[in-house]
């Protein structure tokens, strides 16, 4: 595939430039209101995953400001380089500010893909909301027998109330069973995500500063004495051609991970980072108008098993949802 129409510099978005410099409208967090009241009418039983939770948004804010960071460290770096006056390092500096703007789109990508796990989570919170009233009936029944017990013995209405607290009891059992198993199957299949979409971060950024390194080396930097010219640069060739294969290793790229496996039929709610097809460095070098969107998949393995694939998701998203109060 041909990528020779566009331009491998940064300084192409100077008109978009102020784009990723600041928070975006959707990812400014509140102040004081109905998110903070929240945690205190938590069920005791889902508090402290409430609290997780709570915290893990705190990380994906973290990594989301970080690629905002890097993408205008990368238009400042390209900038600085135009305006020094030195062919050589004008060009450099560019391209260099490519590939960290790239590193910056990496880092959005995983805060996307921790959100996602993130929403995994959520739903063991949910169950576990769901079960605190039938743990809360059962309690309220066996202390009501023991009051009545203690003070009408023979009285009638304990046998209603045994023959509801077995009712309750078994219920609870479903509730219990199910949150269980429902703990267990999403305690996986989040963190499954996460470590996959950190493996996939992780070795796109060393592909990424590799070619980087590749860069620097074309950067004469011997001494000239003064009055004699520096020698004009001769490798914007080969700098745009370290571009392409740094395009084309992230394009080329495969996760390599054993799979997670779980006993669950149903369909993995997985969703990653990138497609390993598609991706290219044009986000950061003209508007972000080309992604590829991808899904978690769940092939069979063993008798009664599936395992959960590598996620994969699009990189070139406009950030996250707010917090909601439903959440």
């Given at each position: 595939?041909?990528?020779?129409?566009?331009?491998?510099?940064?300084?192409?978005?100077?008109?978009?430039?102020?784009?990723?410099?600041?928070?975006?409208?959707?990812?400014?967090?509140?102040?004081?209101?109905?998110?903070?009241?929240?945690?205190?009418?938590?069920?005791?039983?889902?508090?402290?995953?409430?609290?997780?939770?709570?915290?893990?948004?705190?990380?994906?804010?973290?990594?989301?400001?970080?690629?905002?960071?890097?993408?205008?460290?990368?238009?400042?770096?390209?900038?600085?380089?135009?305006?020094?006056?030195?062919?050589?390092?004008?060009?450099?500096?560019?391209?260099?500010?490519?590939?960290?703007?790239?590193?910056?789109?990496?880092?959005?990508?995983?805060?996307?893909?921790?959100?996602?796990?993130?929403?995994?989570?959520?739903?063991?919170?949910?169950?576990e909301k769901s079960v605190q009233p039938s743990r809360?009936?059962?309690?309220?029944?066996?202390?009501?027998?023991?009051?009545?017990?203690?003070?009408?013995?023979?009285?009638?209405?304990?046998?209603?109330?045994?023959?509801?607290?077995?009712?309750?009891?078994?219920?609870?059992?479903?509730?219990?069973?199910?949150?269980?198993?429902?703990?267990?199957?999403?305690?996986?299949?989040?963190?499954?995500?996460?470590?996959?979409?950190?493996?996939?971060?992780?070795?796109?950024?060393?592909?990424?500063?590799?070619?980087?390194?590749?860069?620097?080396?074309?950067?004469?930097?011997?001494?000239?004495?003064?009055?004699?010219?520096?020698?004009?640069?001769?490798?914007?060739?080969?700098?745009?051609?370290?571009?392409?294969?740094?395009?084309?290793?992230?394009?080329?790229?495969?996760?390599?991970?054993?799979?997670?496996?779980?006993?669950?039929?149903?369909?993995?709610?997985?969703?990653?980072?990138?497609?390993?097809?598609?991706?290219?460095?044009?986000?950061?070098?003209?508007?972000?108008?080309?992604?590829?969107?991808?899904?978690?998949?769940?092939?069979?393995?063993?008798?009664?098993?599936?395992?959960?694939?590598?996620?994969?998701?699009?990189?070139?998203?406009?950030?996250?949802?707010?917090?909601?109060?439903?959440?």
């Amino acid at each position: 595939m041909a990528f020779g129409n566009r331009a491998l510099s940064i300084r192409s978005n100077k008109s978009n430039k102020g784009g990723r410099s600041g928070p975006s409208n959707s990812t400014k967090r509140g102040g004081f209101g109905l998110n903070s009241l929240r945690g205190a009418a938590q069920p005791e039983l889902s508090r402290r995953l409430y609290k997780l939770i709570k915290s893990e948004n705190n990380v994906i804010s973290a990594y989301e400001t970080a690629g905002r960071e890097r993408a205008s460290v990368a238009t400042q770096l390209s900038e600085w380089g135009e305006q020094t006056g030195d062919d050589g390092l004008s060009d450099i500096s560019d391209k260099v500010g490519v590939l960290l703007c790239e590193l910056g789109e990496q880092e959005d990508s995983y805060a996307h893909a921790l959100d996602d796990s993130r929403g995994v989570l959520k739903q063991i919170r949910n169950t576990e909301k769901s079960v605190q009233p039938s743990r809360d009936h059962k309690a309220k029944l066996a202390d009501e027998i023991g009051k009545l017990k203690l003070k009408e013995p023979e009285s009638q209405k304990l046998l209603v109330l045994e023959q509801e607290l077995v009712r309750a009891e078994a219920e609870n059992l479903v509730a219990e069973a199910q949150l269980t198993n429902i703990t267990r199957q999403k305690l996986k299949e989040a963190y499954a995500a996460e470590l996959a979409a950190t493996i996939e971060r992780a070795e796109k950024q060393i592909i990424l500063a590799k070619h980087g390194r590749r860069l620097l080396n074309l950067l004469d930097d011997s001494p000239v004495v003064p009055g004699d010219a520096r020698p004009a640069f001769s490798e914007a060739q080969q700098a745009r051609q370290i571009l392409n294969d740094a395009e084309d290793d992230l394009r080329e790229w495969q996760p390599e991970l054993e799979d997670v496996h779980t006993t669950s039929y149903h369909e993995a709610s997985l969703v990653g980072m990138n497609g390993a097809n598609g991706k290219s460095l044009a986000n950061c070098t003209r508007s972000r108008g080309n992604s590829i969107n991808g899904s978690g998949n769940v092939s069979p393995t063993i008798e009664g098993e599936t395992a959960v694939e590598a996620p994969r998701r699009t990189s070139s998203g406009s950030g996250r949802e707010m917090e909601t109060v439903a959440e």
